[in-house]
């Protein structure tokens, strides 16, 4: 069983920046490709950002060049640098866990991200 706990969410003014972190357990963490999935109201849930467990990165065209997705396997967890974050930022961030064989998804209870304008 995995658990991922999510952090660092808050209300920010627009152009400032958020660090959410996301704590995991379990041992499968270190070879499990992780992400960022955000859902705004009213909208489906969209990925963010993604971090293989080689290291290799896709960010969603809407926050490449702001956002910075990077893991820290010694401590199971993953974070997401957010800079210049717009109002269209708004959403609940989910952190999500894909196992190193595809074959079991996890995800966190989510943290409300909102950015006033």
């Known amino acids: 069983q995995v658990q991922l706990v999510e952090s660092g969410g808050g209300l920010v003014q627009a152009g400032q920046s958020l660090r959410l972190s996301c704590a995991g357990s379990?041992?499968?963490?270190?070879?499990?490709?992780m992400g960022w999935y955000r859902q705004a109201p009213g909208k489906q849930r969209e990925l963010v950002a993604r971090i293989t467990s080689g290291g290799n990165t896709n960010y969603a065209d809407s926050v490449r060049g702001r956002f910075t997705i990077s893991r820290d396997n010694a401590k199971n967890s993953v974070y997401l640098q957010m800079n210049s974050l717009k109002p269209e930022d708004t959403a609940v961030y989910y952190c999500?866990?894909?196992?190193?064989?595809?074959?079991?998804?996890?995800w966190g209870q989510g943290t409300q991200v909102t950015v006033s304008s």
């Open positions: 999500n866990l894909v196992g190193p064989l595809r074959d079991i998804v996890y």
């Open positions: 379990g041992s499968i963490f270190s070879g499990s490709t």
